[in-house]
């Protein structure tokens, strides 16, 4: 059982950067994937960006190269580090984990993030 809690979202002019940090209860380090999604009002949860096991990443390409996720396996931490947000980065981000074998997933309460002027 994996329990994620999010934290770092706010409100944020145009332009600007936010990290997010998820933090794991258990431990994540050889058995997850970890990865950001998101849900604007109205629209369907989207994947951002993932960090497997490995380290290995992937992003939308609708954050790539404003983004980076990364993992601090000894914290069981992961991070979003956004930069140069734009007003339709605007929505609720999740913090997500997958089991590399089951495929079960844990999902966190969300946070909030607002890019407006």
């Known amino acids: 059982q994996v329990q994620l809690v999010e934290s770092g979202g706010g409100l944020v002019q145009p332009g600007g950067s936010l990290r997010l940090s998820c933090a794991a209860s258990?431990?994540?380090?050889?058995?997850?994937?970890m990865a950001w999604y998101r849900q604007a009002p109205g629209k369907e949860r989207e994947l951002v960006a993932t960090v497997r096991r490995g380290g290995s990443t992937n992003y939308s390409d609708s954050v790539k190269a404003r983004f980076t996720i990364s993992r601090d396996n000894a914290k069981n931490t992961v991070y979003l580090q956004m930069n140069s947000l734009k007003p339709e980065d605007t929505a609720v981000y999740y913090c997500n984990a997958r089991h590399w074998i089951t495929q079960r997933n844990y999902w966190g309460q969300g946070t909030q993030v607002t890019v407006s002027s």
């Open positions: 258990g431990s994540i380090v050889s058995s997850y994937d």
